[in-house]
T-cell receptor, first 113, second 113 residues
Framework: AAGVIQSPRHLIKEKRETATLKCYPI?????VYWYQQGPGQDPQFLIS???????DKGSIPDRFSAQQFSDYHSELNMSSLELGDSALYFC????????????FGNGTRLTVT | AQKVTQAQTEISVVEKEDVTLDCVYETRDTTYYLFWYKQPPSGELVFLIR??????QNEISGRYSWNFQKSTSSFNFTITASQVVDSAVYFC??????????FGKGTMLLVSP
């Protein structure tokens, strides 16, 4: 079965650079979530989209923005990168917002040097 | 507000031992979902189980079993006859209403041969 696809798998950037992470949800899934997991930490919710509209917002820094496109894929844009942004970024998708389980992608590991 | 507590930071067992991972949750919602995810060293988040708040039946899947008790707000996970491949970080998570997943801090399970 098709899963959530994230690209790239690994990304190395320098401080103050920008990065774009992409997420392709499971076909027919209309809801996308972004999570950030720092080293040794639990995943923290950043932002979610339902039917291409932002549906919920968590601890996403103002330097980050995201959107969901007409084909339901989503991109997380990160600017003015800081060392503390180094983390594993997960995208998850679900069908609807309420009672569907989230299926996570394999994550993008971002390293900021 | 939602909260998930996994009091066990790390558990070490020897292969073939049974092990139980504890999870205690807090929510004011009467309708909610509980999840367990496995995160192996490779980093991906693997969905294991989802239970809704109205279904307190225990579930068994192979060597895995889950005990859901609303009276104690617990959703514990037992691995029977543990194997080295079970070594991973296990996250318990909660979703209530339209809110997104809230994860516990995770329990690192180390299974040695």
């Amino acid at each position: 079965a098709a899963g959530v696809i994230q690209s790239p798998r690994h990304l190395i950037k320098e401080k103050r650079e920008t990065a774009t992470l992409k997420c392709y949800p499971i076909p027919r899934h209309d809801t996308v979530y972004w999570y950030q997991q720092g080293p040794g930490q639990d995943p923290q919710f950043l932002i979610s989209f339902y039917e291409k509209m932002q549906s919920d917002k968590g601890s996403i820094p103002d330097r980050f923005s995201a959107q969901q496109f007409s084909d339901y894929h989503s991109e997380l844009n990160m600017s003015s990168l800081e060392l503390g942004d180094s983390a594993l970024y997960f995208c998850a998708s679900s069908l609807g917002r309420d009672d569907s389980p989230l299926h996570f992608g394999n994550g993008t590991r971002l390293t900021v040097t | 507000a939602q909260k998930v507590t996994q009091a066990q930071t790390e558990i070490s067992v020897v292969e073939k031992e049974d092990v139980t991972l504890d999870c205690v949750y807090e929510t004011r919602d009467t309708t909610y979902y509980l999840f367990w995810y496995k995160q192996p060293p490779s980093g991906e988040l693997v969905f294991l189980i989802r239970r809704n708040s109205f279904d307190e039946q225990n579930e068994i899947s192979g060597r895995y079993s889950w005990n859901f008790q609303k009276s104690t707000s617990s959703f514990n996970f037992t691995i029977t006859a543990s194997q080295v491949v079970d070594s991973a970080v296990y996250f318990c998570a909660l979703s209530a209403g339209y809110s997104t997943l809230t994860f516990g801090k995770g329990t690192m399970l180390l299974v040695s041969p």
